[in-house]
Each structure stands twice: as C-alpha cells, then as structure tokens.
C-alpha cells in the first residue's frame, strides 16, 4: 500500500525555544543600571582629573580668591593678671578613617591622615591670690608668698604648620567632593588634632614647670627688693 506524502506547501516548524525564566529579564535591567552608574562616575572622575590637568586660564572649574573681607572690629579688650610660666609645643599625628556599614571602602568611604601641630601655655593666674597670700615680717626682711596651683590654657593649633598629609576617598565621596561646595573641610581635624594636644598636655609635666618657674620668678623678684628671706609656696594639687 502507498504512503501518502505531505503536502510540498507545509514547511519545517523549528523547535519552540523554552521560554526565559520571569526573573532574568529584571535582572538584566538592575546589571545594565549598575554599569552605567559604574561607568558614569568613572568618566567624572577622568574628567576631574583632566581638568586640574589644564592652564587656570582654560580650567572652567579653576577657583578664583577674591578677598573682600571688611574692616577689623575691636569687640572688647580684657586685663589680664596672669604670669605665663612655661609653654610647650607639641605635635600629633590624627588618623581619622570613615566607613559605611555596607559598603567597601572603594565605594563609600575616605581615610586621611593629618599632622597637628601646636602649642599649650601654662601660667598663674595672680588674681586668685586671696588675702593673707603674701606676708611679710615686721622689719620688711622675709615675704612669704603662697601662689594657686598654675592652669593650663587652651591648645593652640599653628596653621602653617598643620596639614594634611595624605587622605584616600572611594569612589562616592570623591564624586561628592566634586560637587560639594567644601570639599576640603578640615575643621574636625582640627578639633581632634587639638583635643588630643591638650591631653597630652596634662600629662607632660608642664604645669610643674611652671609652678617652679613661677617660684623662682618671684624668688628673685622679692630678693632685688631687698628681702632677704624669702619663701614661695604652691597650694597643693
């Protein structure tokens, strides 16, 4: 018996495909993003660089100082009856690093490192000194002095000398540097590099110096008056 033949008009059907998982397609979408935020910021970033690159001239983001700062006003002038008896410099090395949780520090993330340096003051304050602080004997031929322990004053930070000296920042923080209207702000720097300066201080001793210059100062002061006698006291600590 014949086989029929199928018709000569009835083409090959290919194999249907299997369809795409429902997830691929989103997951495709959130890839594409990434890169292209990946690759945007690289091109700010080389941008960035190229500029600073440029003659300020040709340099569109090149900033210009302008100082129109107004006049000096004196607000107020105060008396001051203290004897600064010793001073110390000092400087410190502030390693300040700052991190997101979630994030890699080529990401989000910037580490600087900053030398403070500076210098603290101790001195006497004579205005404390109550009544019965300075007695002398009948003939004016021995004084004796009882001074208030000496105090330390405030870090001082030297501008010209503090810095910093090398910073890292990921990927977000140098593109926010590059928008940001401070990028440079270093005021925590200082804050910390002094912080860390005036605990120093307190525990160096300078305070004793200068309860022992204090005496000695005036040791020789009362002596050129003529007294012979002379006794300088600190009050305990």
Do not use: C, W
């Amino acid at each position: 018996m014949a086989r029929s033949e199928p018709p000569s008009d009835i083409k090959d059907v290919p194999a249907s495909r299997p369809a795409a998982a429902p997830g691929s397609a989103s997951r495709r979408g959130i890839g594409t993003s990434v890169l292209l935020i990946v690759a945007t910021v690289a091109v700010v970033l080389v941008a960035q660089q190229a500029l600073r690159l440029l003659p300020g001239s040709l340099n569109p983001f090149e900033e210009e100082t302008k100082d129109r700062s107004g006049p000096v006003l004196l607000q107020s002038i105060r008396d001051l009856s203290r004897y600064e008896a010793a001073s110390g410099n000092f400087q410190v090395i502030v390693d300040l690093e700052k991190d997101a949780k979630f994030l890699p520090s080529a990401v989000r993330g910037s580490r600087t490192l900053f030398v403070g340096q500076g210098s603290v003051s101790a001195y006497v304050d004579f205005s404390r000194l109550g009544s019965g602080a300075i007695t002398v004997n009948a003939d004016r031929t021995a004084a004796t002095v009882r001074l208030p322990r000496a105090q330390l004053a405030g870090a001082a930070l030297d501008p010209e000398h503090s810095h910093v000296f090398a910073t890292e920042r990921g990927l977000i923080d140098r593109l926010g540097d590059f928008f940001s209207g401070s990028p440079n702000d270093q005021r925590q720097l200082y804050v910390l590099a002094a912080q860390k300066i005036q605990e120093a201080a307190a525990q160096s001793g300078l305070r004793e110096r200068a309860d022992q210059n204090a005496r000695l100062m005036l040791e020789n002061m009362l002596r050129a008056l003529g007294f012979r006698t002379v006794s300088v006291q600190t009050a305990a600590q």
